[in-house]
Each structure stands twice: as structure tokens, then as C-alpha cells.
């Protein structure tokens, strides 16, 4: 039995003009997600991730290309657009909107809504129910879209920067209350972001963006620790290091440091360990970081 | 999932009792109370004359502002809910209708009153305006089904002239806005000038004779709420959220 994907992007792309020139905000993307994950939308500030995000809920019109949710396009097609839930991040909510009425909203318009799952969320995030959204912080607002996005329980949820502004007790309560309902109620999940260690966690699959392009789409699993860093006298950091690509290097005196894009395990790690070497695997965002740069470099 | 995604439009859209129930009466409550200050001023300061007030006019105003946040701010929160560009719109007209029927009822009981009470015990006029008074203009009595379908058509009016333009800026920005605003200006102002010109008074007035002004003027606000309707319309289904 094949399953239908959760999302589907073909050759999606997005121009526009300013003064005169035609840029592109998403620029030829074709990728496919997969029911039941948690994918990492990811890239620098204006790469395209909201503008993609726009599009797949067709919220905004791609200038070619199309984006299938679960084999449709959610343009005023209502079936799919009922699994779907998008709260941007600079969400505009109705004039002199207090969060409960987002709150009851929401709860009309989604089918899986839960409403006690939501209740908690409130509590739990401090969301003050009777104050308007105009008056509310930068993280209270970020919680309001982090409770529709979660209590919905949509097919294919997408989540706009959901840390932006919360404290560190409430970002760890999204990601607790993320997992753990997401293992309840397996579904499709897009978390945006340009902070990669932020969300780093809880992604299954690593899409990057940049400048509009799709660069990288690969397992979390196999994008993290697939760049390594080694430290110690030069010589024996060298020879560690053997024939992997070398990403960057710091000398300092007798000592180097040297990132490598290889995974350091079995007999090669103990290797390495045995001439006391530092053996160091670089955490999701570091390897993004060498791999996106090693791409400029070879482009350039 | 039972409720139709156009109820659920219309319940989000009217989810704030603000819009269609406090501000209107707030806004109707406050023209009217100082109207009637003003009056009974005036009938202190010993007049006897037959007293006017256009006051009525004042929630109309803020229906514009209803029509156009409607577009503006509720609209994206509808995409954000995954209703349809269409479900948004039918729920929508669906709310503007049921208002503009209420609001009707309620300031054609109010014209009741005003006829019952002698003008609020001050011979005055804010909601009907008989043509046997003077400055009548042609209107039935207080109490006519006349004012139920103006008033009705009036708040339709107001509420679709600023829902397109709310569409209008959606769809093209400020810019758009502006130019479609100085258009209309401009295009009933050339039509002004043409039907000087060209002598289409006599046609107009044979049109719209004098001793029909009722239907007349619910011809005319009913014309100009359909073309404010079908421009949003027309617009909607490729309005970005």
C-alpha cells in the first residue's frame, strides 16, 4: 500500500518585483514529507520558510509549481484545508480579540480540537485567557499560536518560529508537550526555525533553506554528527583526520583543531582516542553551519 | 465535524460581541442621548419649532470601519482557522444580513416610539421623518415597513462599501487603496458633470419621481451595496491572508 504524502512540493516557487528586479522568495523547491513525522523547517531570516509555509496552506499564490497536501492543493478545497493548521508568526487576529475568543475560535473551526489538552497548555504557558492580543507580549502571543497549533491536532501542522519571545520554562514545555503528544496522536508536523540548536531535539528530518532554495533534505539522524571535530597535537589530529574533507582549521601552536565531515565510530574513533585526541561530533547546527559553508565555498 | 465551515465563518467572525452588538449600541446610544440633550436645550431656551436630527447616521459610520476590519484583521485569523477564501465571505454576508435586519428592527421600533411619544415629548424627528412635517422629504409615518427596509439596506450599504475596500486593500495595498478610493471620487464626480451636460436630469427624475423617495433611495442604497459585494467578490478568492 502506498500512503499518500503528507505534503507534496513540486518545482514550488514564489517571485516578486522591487524596483524592477524579480526576486525570487522561494525558488524551485520540490520535496515530499511524509505522514507521521516531525520535519525541521530551517534557514536564516528571509530564506523563504514562511512564504513556503504560506504556500503549501495556500494562505499565498505560488508563481509556478504546486503544493499537494495529502494529494490536493488546499486552495478552497475544503477536505484538505480541514487538516491543516498554520498560525503565523505575526498572526493577525480580529480587532480587540482577547485569547479566549482565538481560543473558542479555534475550537469551532478544528475538528480534532481538544479542548482540556488546550486548557492545560494555557496553564501551563501562562497564557492570561482575558487579555487582549494587542496587549500581549511577544511570548504570550507566540503561546497562542503554540496551543491552536498543538490542540488542533491537524494532519500536517506547521509551527512559524514557535519560540520567539517564551521563556525557557515554556519552550521546554512546548517541546515536552510536542513529543508526548505526538506520540498519542501521531501526525505531521513542520517546526520553523532559524535557531537549529532551538528545535534540534525533536526533529526526525532537516529541510534547509536558503535564499529561497532548497539546499539540504535528509534525516536529522544523518545530518547530525556527520561533521566531527578533532583536537589535539597536529600531527596525530592529522593523521586521525586520514582522507575526510576538511571543513575548517585552527591552528594554535602544537595544537590544531580540524572539522571533518566524517562520523568518528568503531575502530577509527578508539583510533583516535587512543592518541588522545579530542573526538567531538558537532551538534545539528555546527554541521549546517560547515555544510552550508563548504556549499558557498565550492559555489564561489 | 457537523456545523458547515460558513457557520463556523460567521460565528468567528461574530465571536467578539463588540462588533455587531456593543459598539452599534453604544455608538446609536451616545448619538441619540445627545441629541436628545441638545433638544431638550433648545426647548428650554423656549423654542416651539419642529425639531430635526440626522444623529441616526452615526452607527453607519462605524460600519464602514466594521466592513473593512472584517478584511484586514478577521480575514487572515479565518485563513489561520483553514476556512475557505469562499466560507469567509458567505459568513460574512451571512452576519452583515442578520445585523442589518436587527439594527433595522430595532431603529424602526425606536421610530415607533419617537411617533408615540410626540417626538420624545419635544416635537422632534431622529427615525422617521413623515412628509407632512416639514423637512419631511417624502418618508411614510413612523412606523412604515418603509424604515425596516431602508434602515436594513442602509447598514447593508455601509457594510459592503467597506468590505470591498478592505478587499481592495488586501488585494493591491495602500496604493491600490488609495487609487480605488480617488477613482470612485473622481468617477461619480465625471458622472456628476455628464449628467449636467448632457441634460439627464429629466431621465433621472422620471427614473426616480419625486413621490417615491422610499423606494428611490432603497433602489439606489440597494444598488450600491450589491456592486460593493460583488467587488469583494470578485477579489477575494486571490486575496493573500
Redesign the interface.
Known amino acids: 500500500m502506498t500512503t499518500t504524502p503528507a505534503l507534496e512540493l513540486r518545482s514550488l516557487s514564489k517571485r516578486y518585483r522591487k524596483r524592477g528586479n524579480v526576486v525570487a522568495a522561494l525558488d524551485d523547491v520540490s520535496t515530499t514529507l511524509q505522514e507521521g513525522r516531525i520535519y525541521g523547517l530551517l534557514g536564516r531570516n528571509g530564506a523563504g520558510k514562511s512564504t513556503l509555509m504560506?504556500l503549501a496552506?495556500a494562505?499565498?499564490?505560488p508563481t509556478s509549481g504546486e503544493a499537494l497536501v495529502f494529494g490536493h492543493t488546499a486552495y478552497?478545497?475544503?477536505p484538505t484545508?480541514?487538516t491543516?493548521?498554520?498560525?503565523?508568526e505575526s498572526?493577525?487576529?480580529?480587532?480587540?480579540?482577547?485569547v479566549r475568543?482565538?481560543l473558542?475560535?479555534?475550537s469551532?473551526?478544528?475538528?480534532h480540537w481538544d479542548a482540556d489538552f488546550a486548557a492545560r497548555l494555557v496553564t501551563e504557558l501562562r497564557l492570561p485567557t482575558d487579555r487582549r492580543i494587542k496587549k500581549l507580549s511577544r511570548g504570550q502571543l507566540s503561546a497562542v499560536g503554540i496551543v491552536?497549533g498543538l490542540a488542533s491536532r491537524?494532519e500536517l501542522t506547521f509551527f512559524d518560529e514557535p519560540y520567539l519571545g517564551l521563556d525557557a520554562v515554556a519552550r521546554q514545555v512546548f517541546y515536552d508537550r510536542l513529543l508526548e503528544d505526538f506520540a498519542e496522536h501521531p501526525r505531521t508536523i513542520v517546526l520553523s526555525s532559524h535557531l537549529i540548536d532551538e528545535v534540534a531535539d525533536v526533529l526526525e528530518h532537516v529541510l534547509l533553506l536558503e535564499d529561497g532554495r532548497l539546499v539540504l533534505d535528509a534525516p536529522a539522524d544523518e545530518v547530525r554528527g556527520g561533521v566531527t571535530t578533532l583536537h589535539g597535537p597536529t600531527r596525530a589530529v592529522l593523521d586521525a583526520a586520514g582522507s575526510h574533507e576538511v571543513l575548517a582549521r585552527k591552528d594554535l601552536g602544537p595544537v590544531t583543531q580540524l572539522t571533518v565531515k566524517a562520523r568518528y565510530s568503531g575502530a577509527e574513533l578508539a583510533a583516535a582516542e587512543a592518541q588522545s585526541i579530542g573526538v567531538e561530533p558537532a551538534t545539528l547546527q555546527q554541521t549546517i553551519v560547515f555544510l552550508t559553508r563548504a556549499g558557498e565555498r565550492a559555489d564561489a | 465535524m457537523s456545523t458547515s465551515p460558513i457557520l463556523v465563518s460567521a460565528r468567528v467572525q461574530a465571536a467578539n460581541r463588540n462588533t455587531f452588538v456593543w459598539v452599534p449600541l453604544l455608538v446609536l446610544g451616545g448619538s441619540t442621548v445627545l441629541t436628545l440633550a441638545v433638544w431638550w436645550a433648545v426647548k428650554a431656551a423656549g423654542a416651539e419649532t419642529q425639531l430635526f436630527s440626522g444623529s441616526v447616521q452615526a452607527p453607519f459610520w462605524y460600519l464602514l470601519v466594521v466592513g473593512a476590519q472584517a478584511v484586514a484583521l478577521t480575514f487572515p485569523f479565518t485563513q489561520a482557522l483553514s476556512l475557505s477564501r469562499r466560507d469567509f465571505w458567505l459568513g460574512a454576508m451571512l452576519n452583515f444580513s442578520v445585523f442589518s435586519v436587527l439594527f433595522a428592527v430595532l431603529l424602526w421600533l425606536l421610530g415607533l416610539v419617537e411617533g408615540a411619544t410626540g417626538g420624545w415629548w419635544m416635537n422632534g424627528r431622529m427615525f422617521a421623518f413623515p412628509a407632512e412635517l416639514e423637512g419631511g422629504a417624502g418618508f411614510p409615518n413612523a412606523g412604515s415597513p418603509w424604515y425596516l427596509l431602508l434602515y436594513a439596506l442602509l447598514a447593508m450599504m455601509a457594510l459592503s462599501i467597506g468590505f470591498a475596500f478592505g478587499t481592495v486593500y488586501k488585494r493591491f495595498g495602500p496604493t491600490g487603496l488609495t487609487l480605488a478610493i480617488t477613482g470612485t471620487v473622481a468617477a461619480v464626480i465625471v458622472l456628476f458633470v455628464l449628467s449636467v451636460r448632457l441634460d439627464w436630469w429629466p431621465t433621472l427624475q422620471a427614473w426616480f419621481p419625486a413621490d417615491r423617495v422610499p423606494g428611490n433611495v432603497a433602489i439606489i442604497t440597494g444598488v450600491i451595496a450589491a456592486l460593493g459585494f460583488f467587488v469583494s467578490w470578485a477579489l477575494i478568492r486571490r486575496v493573500p491572508a
Open positions: 504560506s496552506t494562505q499565498a499564490f478552497e478545497h475544503r484545508l480541514a491543516l493548521c498554520f498560525v503565523k498572526q493577525k487576529y480580529p480587532d480587540d480579540f482577547e475568543h482565538a473558542h475560535c479555534a469551532l473551526a478544528f475538528r491552536i491537524a
